[in-house]
């Protein structure tokens, strides 16, 4: 269950998982709509998958991915949406959110 | 996974058999009265309705799907999973706390009205066009 905290609190995985509840998108798709490098989004994707919230398909050199989320989980998101939980990291460089030492 | 599933389910059946037997016993031996049995009975019913069903969205083969069918699967699937939690919840508050005359008929208005919901939506899922785009 800290995982599944652990990556809601973070405002680029909600609203990953807010897009993916529309329908499954490949990475590039999702990529395509943060301003963030891809290697940024791909940490993104691992703190998810290993939440156990999104799952991951691969076709050939296409990986799409699937929402995974349990009701409980879906009603976290929607209060972590509400109540803008992690919105003060959101110009975080970091894609893990921790804070780092200058 | 399924392996997981049947266990979880047996193990589920079993806590119902054994609350239900504990609580016999208790009331055999004038430790809790009758009527407490009956809503206890129906609210680990209803509360246990609502834990399973958390977990549908999460189960839902939908991998192979076209990119439209597995959204409106996952559309669909998350909507039957939201009604079950709710009516399982809404069943056990019933029992919990209306008064008894009232909560069979209101445990199962709740109940029969969150099937109807999951049957229309499961029924709107299969006869709707596949190459109709998800909706927004």
Not at chain 1, 50 to 71: P, Q, R, W
Request: with cysteine.
């Amino acid at each position: 269950m800290n995982s599944v905290f652990k990556a809601l609190a973070d405002p680029t995985r909600r609203r990953v998982l807010e897009l993916l509840k529309v329908r499954p998108m490949t990475a590039g798709e999702l990529s395509d709509q943060f301003p963030v490098s891809k290697p940024t989004m791909s940490a993104h994707f691992t703190v998810l998958r290993e939440a156990d919230l999104i799952e991951m398909n691969k076709a050939g050199k296409t990986i799409t991915y699937h929402l995974k989320l349990s009701v409980l989980e879906d009603a976290l998101l929607g209060f972590a949406a509400v109540f803008r939980v992690g919105t003060q990291a959101q110009d975080d460089p970091s894609p893990l959110s921790t804070p780092q030492k200058v | 996974m399924i392996s997981r599933q049947i266990v979880h389910g047996v193990l589920w059946s079993g806590a119902i058999l054994v609350t239900a037997l504990g609580l016999k016993w208790a009331q055999h031996n004038h430790l809790v009265s009758g009527d407490f049995v009956e809503r206890a009975v129906e609210v680990v019913i209803g509360l246990g309705l609502a834990v399973y069903s958390n977990f549908i969205p999460k189960t839902v083969p939908g991998l192979k799907l076209s990119p439209a069918r597995a959204a409106r699967f996952q559309a669909a699937a998350r909507l039957n999973a939201w009604m079950f939690v709710l009516a399982g919840i809404g069943f056990a508050a019933i029992w919990a706390f209306a008064p008894l005359s009232l909560a069979g008929t209101a445990s199962m208005a709740v109940m029969g009205g969150g099937v109807v919901v999951v049957l229309v939506n499961l029924a709107i899922c299969i006869i709707s066009p596949k190459s109709a785009s998800p909706a927004h």
